[in-house]
């Protein structure tokens, strides 16, 4: 089961970083390759993400733990969906614990259960997972860098 994890501490506090990774609306700013949000409610949400040849995808997602200003985790709900033949589950976990007085350690995790013959990939699905997440650091960095 391919497992990325990825963290750095950014100049913010947890609850500054919260205001950020709590509010599935603020995808778009940080998460990369998400152009848009909809569908948002307490409990789920839809990612509206941009291929690499400018096509748009639909995925869409439920939290499955929400704990503020602690932890953010979301599963991508894959039945039905072309992601389906290549994905058993994708989860996506982020973890705030404050550094010093203000600034936190952000921990982000990808864990991913590939299906079929797709186990063969697992090195590149682990790869991209990697450019993933630095992203999403980036995108967050930017986002509370002081």
Known sequence: MP????????????????????????????WPRVTRVEGV?????????????GVPVRADFRVVESAEPRV???????????????LAASEVEVRLER????????AV?????????ALLGSFLVRRAGRRQLDGA??????????
């Open 3 to 30: 497992t990325v994890r990825r963290s750095r501490t950014l100049p913010a506090t947890p609850e500054e970083v919260w205001a950020i990774v709590g509010d599935a609306y603020h995808l778009p700013r940080w």
């Open 41 to 53: 409610e307490d409990e789920a949400f839809t990612q509206v993400l941009t291929t690499a040849k």
């Open 72 to 86: 953010r985790r979301w599963a991508q709900q894959l039945v039905d969906t072309p992601f389906e033949r290549v």
């Open 99 to 106: 550094d010093g007085d203000a600034a936190t350690r952000v």
């Open 109 to 117: 995790s990808l864990v991913q259960r590939l299906r079929g013959m």
């Open 137 to 146: 650091l980036d995108g967050l960095e930017a986002l509370v860098g002081r």
